[in-house]
Every structure is written in structure tokens, then in C-alpha cells.
């Protein structure tokens, strides 16, 4: 049985546990049958930027009947990112969400509606931890799914389709807690909860740097005095609006909705998206939905949608919430009661705009370990990248308005 061949243009070294007998057993938790994997070529699953809270390698798998199969497997990733993810648990909660807690997610909704509902993540058929922490997942490319460019953003019928998936989610997860309440000790707090005080520091340097480049914009100095007062209060806010409000419309957020961790599927002569997958559940945890659709708003979406849309893709959420609900035999929120909670939950907004979008939007790659070894420091090139620069003028006039600054 041949080991493993990196793929020919690869500038990495595949780990060595990264074996044939690693995907054999994978397989054999997959599929019922006696094929045995023959050989595997391993490459990296993501390009640099696209995913920093795992090392991504794509496997590519001859079966004894020559067929192919394709994995993702995702192991920790280096230095201090490596050692937050551990802290955090975080391969073990998103085993918990795809080997359990999202197949009963979509069990409940194919209940109520059989054939209705398509699946919300891949499968995972294997999670381990020795030598090191990892999970074996569906890869979900051959079905024709693959990224959105995280630097344009998506547009309205991609975020339509983001949205109304996550409503079905949201809802199906909702259910779920009514069911198994037991669920909201079983899942984490937010990593917010869990942070020390390195990460403290890292968004407080982050909200500075973009003081600092609010004070060199004119007509922009008095954002500089509103940010450096929020740095003060944010790590503490941040705290409070995750956590699960008692008697609240609470479901199970993904906690780290973005652009990079959606996959949509494309079929050839369709240039629009004709299926979606939701990736990356490493952070989920019991709280209010405003987080997912606010880090939704303020990292993912493009200029266009942001400035003209968001009211009419919070209405298609609304809406598909309500009727998810319906069909569940449950009561969605009001659409008003919607829009407090979203206020209410401002600073999530800030997060997204202040801690994602200079790593996000700016054309120039960043190192991020570099970046966390140094607390964040260095990085103000960040705030003088034009769409970051556009996205952050546009936005906190908006920001100040709705009294998200205030602190």
C-alpha cells in the first residue's frame, strides 16, 4: 500500500500522520464495503489568508476499485494561533456540532418538512487526537462547491442565500434547545469568555491603530476619541452581548459567520450560486442570532449590499425564520423584536469591522502569527488599504448614529 506524495508545486511538508491508513480509517467510517485506500496525494486545502484558526490539507484518495475520493483534513495550526485553538477546545466543539449536533439539527427539520431542507455542513467521519488534535471532513469541492472572494465580499443573491440558510438553521437550532436543553452546558461560552490577556491586547491594538488612522483622515478626528474610549470598555462589552439572555430567542450561533467559512456550489452555464454549505463550526455557542447576522453584515457583504441591502436581506431572513419556525410548530420573534436585538448587540458589529475586515478586505497578505507574537502591532499599514479605508468611513458615521461607539 503506497504512503503519501505531496502534490508537485507543494512548498509544505505534510505532516506525517497524514497517511493512507489515516484515510483508510476515515473511509471505512463512511462507507460500508471492504475498499481499501491504495495510494493519497495531500495538498494544502486553503490559499494563504483564507483560514487561520486550522492548517487545511486536501487529500486525494485511489481506492482498490480505482475510484477517487476526496477529504479535508484539518489539523491545528502553528505557534500561538495553535495554542488559542487548543485553549479553546475548539476541534472538539466542532466534532460535537458535526457529528451530533447538526445531523439532529436537519433530522428536526426533514421531521417537519421531509426532503425540504438540504444538509448545512459536510459530514464528519473522523476526529482524533493524537498526535494532535484533527478532524477528516467531507470535501465538499467535488460537488462544485467552493469559496467566495473574501476581498470583494458577496453580492445581494449570495448573501440572499447565506442568510436563508442560516434562518433555517437558526430556527432548526432553536428547536433543538427546547428539546435538549442540556445542550447549553454541553457547548462553550463564546471564546470571548475564554480569552486571555494576549488576545485582550491584540483588539485593543487593533481598535488604537484605527483611532490613529481616524486622526490622520480629515473630518474623521472625533471617530479617533470615540474608539480610543470604546477600547477601553470592548473586550468586557463583547462578553455581555454574547452571552445567552435568560427567557431571550436564543439558538445555537455559529459565533464566526463570515465569508470564509460559507462554500457555495456552482453548476456549469450558472454563474449565481445554486447550493450552499455552512464551514468552520469551531466557535459555536448558545446566544442571541444577532451575532451571526451582524459579524454577518460588518465582514462579509460588498460595499453595494452593505450601503443598500441590509434591510431587505434582514427582512428574507425574518421571513425565513417565521416560516422555518411554522413548520417546527414554534414561534419566531417579532421583526421588530428582531431589530432591538440587533442593536442591542451593536458591539458585535465593531468586532467585525475593527478585528476582520483590515485582515479581510486589504489587498496585502498578512502573517498572522507574525501579527499575534506582536500583540498586533505593525499592523496600521491595514487602515491605509483603500477598501479598508472605504469600508471604515462609510461605516462608523453609521455606527455613531445607532450609538454603537458609545461606552
Known amino acids: 500500500m503506497a504512503?503519501?506524495?505531496?502534490s508537485p508545486d507543494a512548498e509544505f511538508k505534510v505532516p506525517e500522520w497524514i497517511n493512507t491508513a489515516l484515510i483508510q480509517k476515515a473511509l471505512q467510517k463512511?462507507?460500508?464495503?471492504n475498499l481499501q485506500v491504495q495510494d493519497i496525494s495531500v495538498e494544502m486545502g486553503t490559499a494563504p489568508g483564507d483560514n487561520y484558526s486550522s492548517s487545511i490539507y486536501r487529500v486525494r484518495a485511489t481506492l482498490s476499485d480505482g475510484s477517487p475520493r476526496s477529504y479535508l483534513v484539518k489539523g491545528p495550526p502553528p505557534g500561538v494561533m495553535g495554542e488559542t485553538t487548543a485553549q479553546l477546545g475548539a476541534f472538539r466543539v466542532e466534532n460535537l456540532m458535526l457529528s451530533d449536533i447538526v445531523?439532529?439539527?436537519?433530522?428536526?427539520?426533514e421531521e417537519?418538512?421531509?426532503?425540504?431542507?438540504?444538509?448545512?455542513?459536510a459530514?464528519?467521519?473522523?476526529?482524533?487526537?493524537?498526535?494532535?488534535?484533527?478532524?477528516?471532513?467531507?470535501?465538499l469541492a467535488p460537488a462544485g462547491f467552493k469559496m467566495a472572494d473574501r476581498k470583494r465580499g458577496l453580492d445581494l443573491r449570495h448573501s440572499l442565500l447565506a442568510l436563508q440558510n442560516l434562518a433555517r438553521y437558526h430556527a432548526g437550532s432553536h428547536a433543538l434547545l427546547r428539546r435538549k436543553p442540556q445542550l447549553r452546558e454541553e457547548l462553550p461560552p463564546h471564546w470571548l469568555e475564554k480569552a486571555d490577556e494576549g488576545a485582550k491586547q491584540f483588539l485593543e491594538n487593533m481598535i488604537q491603530m484605527a483611532a490613529?488612522?481616524?486622526?490622520?483622515w480629515p473630518g474623521y478626528e472625533e471617530y479617533a476619541i470615540l474608539l480610543e474610549r470604546y477600547k477601553l470598555v470592548a473586550m468586557e462589552t463583547g462578553k455581555v452581548c454574547a452571552r445567552p439572555k435568560p427567557g431571550a430567542f436564543n439558538v445555537i450561533a455559529h459565533a464566526d459567520f463570515w465569508v470564509n467559512n460559507m462554500m457555495f456550489q456552482y453548476e456549469d452555464g450558472y454563474p449565481q450560486p445554486q447550493g450552499y454549505r455552512m464551514v468552520d463550526f469551531?466557535?459555536?455557542?448558545?446566544s442571541s442570532p444577532s451575532l451571526d447576522l451582524l459579524y454577518f453584515f460588518n465582514t462579509s457583504v460588498t460595499d453595494d449590499v452593505s450601503a443598500r441591502h441590509q434591510k431587505l436581506l434582514l427582512q428574507e431572513y425574518h421571513s425565513t425564520l417565521e416560516e422555518t419556525l411554522r413548520l417546527l410548530r414554534l414561534e419566531a420573534p417579532s421583526y421588530e423584536t428582531l431589530l432591538k436585538d440587533l442593536d442591542a448587540h451593536g458591539p458585535f458589529a465593531l468586532m467585525g469591522t475593527l478585528n476582520v475586515i483590515p485582515f479581510v478586505r486589504a489587498q496585502r497578505a498578512v502573517d498572522l502569527e507574525a501579527s499575534l507574537t506582536t500583540g498586533g502591532n505593525g499592523l496600521a499599514y491595514l487602515y491605509e488599504d483603500p477598501a479598508v479605508k472605504k469600508w471604515m468611513q462609510r461605516v462608523l458615521p453609521e455606527y455613531k448614529r445607532k450609538e454603537w461607539l458609545d461606552s
Open 123 to 139: 459530514r464528519c467521519p473522523l476526529y482524533g487526537s493524537h498526535p494532535v488534535e484533527f478532524l477528516v471532513l467531507q470535501d
Open 3 to 6: 504512503e503519501h506524495n505531496a
Open 212 to 216: 490613529d488612522a481616524c486622526r490622520s
Open 112 to 121: 417537519a418538512a421531509p426532503g425540504r431542507f438540504p444538509p448545512f455542513a
Open 30 to 33: 463512511s462507507e460500508e464495503g
Open 103 to 109: 445531523p439532529q439539527v436537519e433530522a428536526l427539520l
Open 282 to 286: 469551531q466557535g459555536c455557542t448558545v
